[in-house]
């Protein structure tokens, strides 16, 4: 566990992690915290390559773009725009539902057989036992915290509660 003063240093920890573990592929479950940290660019500048898994941080990836909205980070985006770009990055049939979505499984499944690290975000911490709990709608944080050897998860201090709640009346 490492408690970061600031956000330089837990970026600068991530990029510690990955040399010591001699990282050259990241997967990424969806994180708010290493949006605003700016992690995917410094591990990018440190020569590690950064794949988002979430599909609309994986669209506005592959647009070269930030995300738009917390929740649907590719809202901006009509489904030809998003065709477009998922097409501009691999082969694919013309129609923009058929060029949108195929892509996305075959190569992440690549990334993610691959991955010497994986990042996530954290939805709740326990401080008592040291749990993380995430939350994933499509499998992809999942995949991100356990295919790869190395797993660091970003959150902020808000996050933590003091125990589980033990719902069972005695």
């Known amino acids: 566990m490492f408690f970061a003063a600031t956000a330089k240093d ?3 920890y991530c990029i510690e992690v990955a040399r010591r573990n001699q990282v050259r592929l990241v997967v990424k479950g969806k ?3 290493t949006e605003e940290i700016g992690l995917n ?3 990018e500048d440190a020569g590690i390559e950064v794949v988002e898994t979430d599909l609309g941080e994986y669209i506005i990836q592959l647009a070269g773009e930030t995300p738009s909205h917390i929740i649907a980070p590719a809202i901006h985006k009509t489904r030809n725009e998003v065709a477009d770009c998922s097409s ?3 082969a694919s049939a013309a129609r923009p539902t058929t060029r949108a979505h195929p892509g996305r499984p075959q190569a992440l499944r690549e990334k993610f057989l691959s991955a010497d690290m994986g990042t996530s975000g954290v939805n709740m911490a326990c401080a008592e036992t040291g749990h993380i709990t995430t939350v ?3 499998g992809n944080i999942r995949m991100a915290t356990t295919l790869p050897r190395v797993h660091v998860a970003f959150m902020g201090m808000e996050r933590i509660v003091a125990r589980w709640m033990n719902t069972r009346s005695s």
């Open 10 to 12: 837990a970026v600068d």
């Open 31 to 33: 994180s708010m915290v």
């Open 41 to 43: 660019p410094a591990l």
């Open 88 to 90: 501009a990055n691999s």
């Open 136 to 138: 994933s709608n499509e």
